[in-house]
C-alpha cells in the first residue's frame, strides 16, 4: 500500500494553511503487452529467464522449478497464459499469495496453468526445491 505524505505550510497570503501532495516519482511500472511474431522455441527460453528472474526469492523459486518441470510441454495457449500471469500484475506478491492459495486468484488468472501451479507448489512429493535448477 502506498501512503502518500503530506505536509502543511503558511500560504503566501497569511491566510491560512493548505495541504501539499507530493507529485509520485515511483518508477512507472510498463503495461503488459503480449509478444507478437515470437517463436515457440524463444518464447519458452524467455518465461524460463523470467521465471528465475523476479522480484523476490519465493517466487523466483517456485516459478523457476515449475517452468523447469512443465515448459516444454505447455501449449502455445498455455505459454501465453503463463506469460500473462508472470509479467501482467504489478506486484510479485500477489502471484505468490494465488499460487500458494493465500488469496483467491483472480478470474482473469484461473485457468489449467494457474491449477498446475498451484499444485506444483503444494509439492506433494516432497522434492527439495531451495534452489533454481540449471539452465
Same mark, same amino acid.
Given at each position: 500500500?502506498?501512503?502518500?505524505?503530506?505536509?502543511?505550510? &503558511?500560504?503566501?497570503?497569511?491566510?491560512?494553511?493548505?495541504?501539499?501532495?507530493?507529485?509520485?516519482?515511483? +518508477?512507472?511500472?510498463? +503495461?503488459?503487452?503480449?509478444?507478437?511474431?515470437?517463436? %515457440?522455441? *524463444?518464447?519458452?527460453?524467455?518465461? /524460463?529467464?523470467? &521465471?528465475?528472474?523476479?522480484?523476490? *526469492?519465493? =517466487?523466483?523459486? *517456485?516459478? &523457476?522449478?515449475?517452468?523447469?518441470?512443465?515448459?516444454?510441454? *505447455?501449449?502455445? =495457449?498455455? %505459454?501465453? %497464459?503463463?506469460?500473462?500471469?508472470?509479467?501482467?500484475? &504489478?506486484?510479485?506478491?500477489?502471484?505468490?499469495?494465488?499460487?500458494?492459495?493465500?488469496?483467491?486468484? +483472480?478470474?482473469?488468472?484461473?485457468?489449467?496453468?494457474?491449477?498446475?501451479?498451484?499444485?506444483?507448489?503444494? =509439492?506433494?512429493?516432497?522434492? +527439495?526445491? =531451495?534452489?533454481?535448477?540449471? /539452465?
Amino acid at each position: 500500500m502506498t501512503t502518500i505524505q503530506r505536509c502543511r505550510f &503558511s500560504n503566501d497570503s497569511g491566510d491560512g494553511f493548505e495541504i501539499y501532495d507530493p507529485v509520485d516519482t515511483s +518508477p512507472p511500472i510498463p +503495461p503488459y503487452i503480449e509478444r507478437q511474431g515470437e517463436t %515457440l522455441e *524463444l518464447k519458452r527460453a524467455r518465461l /524460463l529467464y523470467q &521465471s528465475r528472474k523476479r522480484g523476490m *526469492l519465493e =517466487n523466483g523459486l *517456485l516459478l &523457476s522449478n515449475f517452468a523447469g518441470r512443465y515448459l516444454n510441454s *505447455l501449449t502455445e =495457449n498455455q %505459454l501465453s %497464459l503463463y506469460d500473462k500471469l508472470i509479467n501482467q500484475p &504489478s506486484n510479485d506478491w500477489d502471484i505468490y499469495y494465488w499460487i500458494t492459495g493465500a488469496r483467491e486468484t +483472480p478470474e482473469e488468472f484461473r485457468s489449467d496453468v494457474m491449477e498446475l501451479l498451484q499444485k506444483h507448489a503444494k =509439492n506433494i512429493e516432497r522434492e +527439495p526445491r =531451495n534452489t533454481q535448477p540449471d /539452465l
